[in-house]
């Protein structure tokens, strides 16, 4: 073991071979980088991105993260540079160069590498954890949008939470598989458990109508509280098009009077 004073004497290339075979022992993706220009990255690294480590020496590190993180990496890289802050943990998507994505998990901190001021990213692939939790986040939605059926063709389906873009999606291919063989010619749908009434809500209303009508299913919406009105107000949702009730009572009072 080289000591203190023959340590000082070692070259910048000795140091940075040495520095090197440290990061590749790590099992995470290590990338140094200055001015968004690759300087190294392990071998585990280069497996994790699908390429050959010498293929990404002076490569833009910016360029492998999605297009709707990149200029939050960008003020990301050149913070770390000119302020020499750490960049706190935080959450991504990459593209590997298999043309698959992956989460990721990004810290950043800014080191010498040999005489260059750069920033060492450490990137832990989260992929199958996030998939997880998609997973689970899907089973618990389905789970808590049972079809309720209350006499021969009609049927409660009340939606609590709530409703983003995904969950939207998901509740749109899953609800008309739900009501399969349900021989259903009205479905009530209580919205008095959604938190959140916004153009994301309206636009998933308008469309689970009109899936259900080409289906031949009548849609009733209700449960729509006065709060939750004047935030589709705010939001300049327009339920006018939509049937609406105050209550499942009196949606159910009417579909028996007029069956």
Sequence with gaps: MPTVSSAAQLS???KEKIYQQIAEYSDETIVIHSNQKVLYINQPGA????IDKDALIDANVVDVFTEDYKELITERVRTG????TIGGLMETTVKRFDGTEADVELYCYPVQYGETIAIQSIIRDVTEQKQTERDLLQLKNEISTPIVPIIDGLAVLPLVGSVDGDRSNRLLDAIPQKIQGENLSCLIVDVSGIYNIDNVVGEFLYKIDHIMRLLGIELIFTGIRPEL????IEARVDFSQLKTMGTVKQALKQYLTVT
Aim: glycine share 0%; net charge negative.
């Design 47 to 50: 497996d994790f991105f699908k």
């Design 81 to 84: 540079m000119e302020d020499r």
């Design 12 to 14: 910048i290339t000795e």
């Design 229 to 232: 009105a004047l935030k589709a």
